[in-house]
Nanobody, 116 residues
Framework: QVQLVESGGGLVQPGGSLRLSCAAS????????MNWYRQAPEKERELVAT???????IYADSVKGRFTISRDNDKNTVYLQMNNLKPEDTAVYYC??????????WGQGTQVTVSS
């Protein structure tokens, strides 16, 4: 039904920026919430940003003020703009599509490494 393809990860210096993209293929039905998660080595996967069908956004305290989640409905794409990146932001970032509070689909993940 849905395939999520992530891109935009890479190596960036502290203080730099990256823009992650999550493109959904085909026609999507029933999805009303998009999330970005991240998982660092030997750590639990954590929710970092959410955008609802109404356009409301929610951020983890650790990224608030630095990250921005957005969407382009015409392109079936959700973005995560990451500014002022810190080494502790290093993780694999995953796109997730949900219906209500129920996760339904996951992207393959894209590596973000923040290092000098």
């Amino acid at each position: 039904q849905v395939q999520l393809v992530e891109s935009g990860g890479g190596l960036v210096q502290p203080g730099g920026s990256l823009r992650l993209s999550c493109a959904a293929s085909g026609t999507i039905f029933g999805i009303n919430r998009m999330n970005w998660y991240r998982q660092a080595p030997e750590k639990e996967r954590e929710l970092v940003a959410t955008i609802t069908s109404g356009g409301s956004t929610i951020y983890a305290d650790s990224v608030k003020g630095r990250f921005t989640i957005s969407r382009d409905n015409d392109k079936n794409t959700v973005y995560l703009q990451m500014n002022n990146l810190k080494p502790e932001d290093t993780a694999v970032y995953y796109c997730n599509a949900a219906t209500g509070l129920t996760p339904r689909y996951w992207g393959q993940g894209t590596q973000v490494t923040v290092s000098s």
